[in-house]
């Protein structure tokens, strides 16, 4: 696809939940690789693309995956993530500093960004919130920002010292950078390997507490409230995080969180019969957890539902289970799995749209999220139908480690723009 | 149980996987095995030509001898491996080892290993049986086997039976394999120890959970005292290895709460007088040492089954 052609999707249900529009029935028209009004005389070389029962969505948009590069390209690189995010019907992606060496500096920001430039998705860089995410002193926000990062974790680690996440915040504000938190107490967690509960004495495996994660939780809301400075909680997934956001929502703590579709889909049943790729951290929880973040999503208490796609080859993953790596990939099953709440009528069409698209780019502040006039044509067409089975060989990621493989879907991305570019296609 | 029933399990990684059909069915074979060990020649053919490989990833002197000896009462060629000699300090992973091991194309692999799910991940890249010695704190199903044996012979039934097991049950394979295996066949397992030896949710494994060990102990048919690892008082999970003696061994006065005829039992080895005083371990009541012979009838029986024993059955 020529970039000044004029493209247009015809006959769509468009799902912009930014502009307050869900239309069946309806067209889009990209000129020069933007969404445009229609032209009043149509070029004679228009390409037209007939999407009737599929949705015209913005693209998606993951908050939160490791793209693995520079450090373990074995794994995943940035383009070969960017055009797993494209089969997926993702166009942006926001990725985590753990690499190695750890995105803390301009340096680093900025090698990342132009990796992606040619890349199948637009690649936003998270700096560090540490230096070498060692949680002892601050990296170069304000540098981090002007080579390209837009939002500032340690993900993969907690930061521990409840001061320098304070001093993170206020000084965050200063360069207009969100903060997010990943949220563990690490005496609590240290050694587990899955969730605290039934399945880990039956398996005779160290489990994490949920409170891990919730007295973390707590303290990152408390310390949003001390500085008046926004943070947001990365994969939620526990019951009492939730209760505990919901309720800091309430009385207008700047607080926004995500969780993945592995928390609202598997529950720590996944892991008997020592299966590590139902290994990540935070661990798979209970049916009572995973009902409690399905109605999170239902009620707003969650803003958006992101990946954190964690590639790992088999040297990672084929191993005994306590010394396995944590994390399963997840661009190519997201769609599918929040559709399912759809089928199942906990979610909207229109929500499930805010929670993949349209949260993540307000939360993040990029561009995106939205089907305007003049907005660059970063588009997915879903078709809500489509019956596929997720096969290994299917993956387009360098790894494999999911444990959705072999599972029948309905409903996947069927098309990706980004920036009027087609990136995946089988329509 | 008059219908042919057929053993049909290729690898024993835990009682979990057992009916209590399973379960009865290796304990008659284990009894009719356990003559074996008191003849003059203590040897039967039955496994001649047959290759079992002893793989221990963590120090064992009885549990890998009970094995050896099984073995070689049924004349495998047995062959030990263990981990200071073995590649896994040369960095070998554990599908090298398991790959490495299938080259040379043994019958059965018999692994003990520090971590939790080990045989499961080595039963994948293996066509041997694999039997699991122990695995992290998951499970031990021949200890379970010997345990339930034991308490047989000397109950003649195990439904309903009163089973008292004290001590650090989070921590305890053994504890994982004989709640399930007394639950199977119809025993009450009652548990008792420091809360911070209690695993969450135990109970949905079979077994209930007491307050105090007095509470385990009253009326029991067996009691049966956990080792305890001197490294836990280093975890903050018990103060000391004192106190702990004073609120949780077993001692005689303790064991007076259980019926008069109630057995005592410990999976050894024992740290005398911290989970068990000497006077109640070499008492009248305990069986022990019926433990340690039992073992190698048990052994002797997983071998029989798992190399398809019931199938071709040229006896011994």
Known sequence: MNKMQTLLLKGGRLIDPANNIDRENSDIWIIDGSIAAPPDAPPADTAIIDVTGKWITPGLIDMHVHLREPGEEYK?????????AAAGGFTGLACMPNTSPVNDCASMTRFIREQAALCDARVYPVGSISTASEGKKLAEFGEMKAAGAVALSDDGLPVLDSQLMRRALEYSASHAMLVISHAEESSLSRNGCMNEGAVS????????????ESIMVYREIALAELTGVPIHIAHVSTAESVALIRSAKERGVQVTAETAPHYFTLTDEAVLGYNTNAKMNPPLRSSRDREAIREALADATLDAVATDHAPHSILEKEVEFSTAANGIIGLETALPLTLALVK????????????LSSQPAAILGVPGGSLAHGAAADITVIDPDRIFTYTEESIVSTSKNSPFIGWNFEGKAVLTLLGGRITHNEI | MSRTYIFKHKHILGIDQFSAEDIFHILRTAQSFTEISNRSIKKVPTLRGKTIINLFFEPSTRTRLSFEIAAKRMSADTFNISASTSSATKGESLIDTARNLEAMNPDVIIMRHAFSGSPHLLKNHTTASIINAGDGTHEHPSQGLLDLLTVWQ?????????????????????????????????????????????????????AEVCATPAEAVEDADVVMALRIQRE?????????????????GINRQLLSRAKDDALVMHPGPINRGVEMSP???????????D????????RMALFYLVMGGDKNSTGE
């Open chain 1, 344 to 355: 199942e009528n906990i979610i909207t069409p229109t929500r499930l749209v805010e929670l």
């Open chain 2, 291 to 298: 433990q340690v012979a039992n073992g190698v009838a048990v």
């Open chain 2, 279 to 289: 006077d109640v371990a070499d008492g009248p009541q305990s069986v022990i040492l």
């Open chain 2, 232 to 248: 836990r008082q280093n975890d903050s999970l018990i103060p000391s290895l004192r106190e702990y003696a004073t609120f949780f």
């Open chain 1, 201 to 212: 004495t039956r398996l005779g495996l160290k489990g994490i507490p949920a409170a891990a």
């Open chain 1, 76 to 84: 995943e690189t940035i383009a070969s993530g960017a055009q797993a």
């Open chain 2, 154 to 206: 000397h109950k003649g039934q195990i439904e309903g039976l009163k089973v008292a097991i004290i001590g650090d049950i989070s921590h305890s394979r053994v504890a994982r394999s004989d709640i399930q295996g007394f639950t199977k066949l119809g025993a009450r397992v009652c548990l008792a120890g420091p809360a911070t030896f209690i695993p969450p949710k135990i109970e949905e494994l079979g």
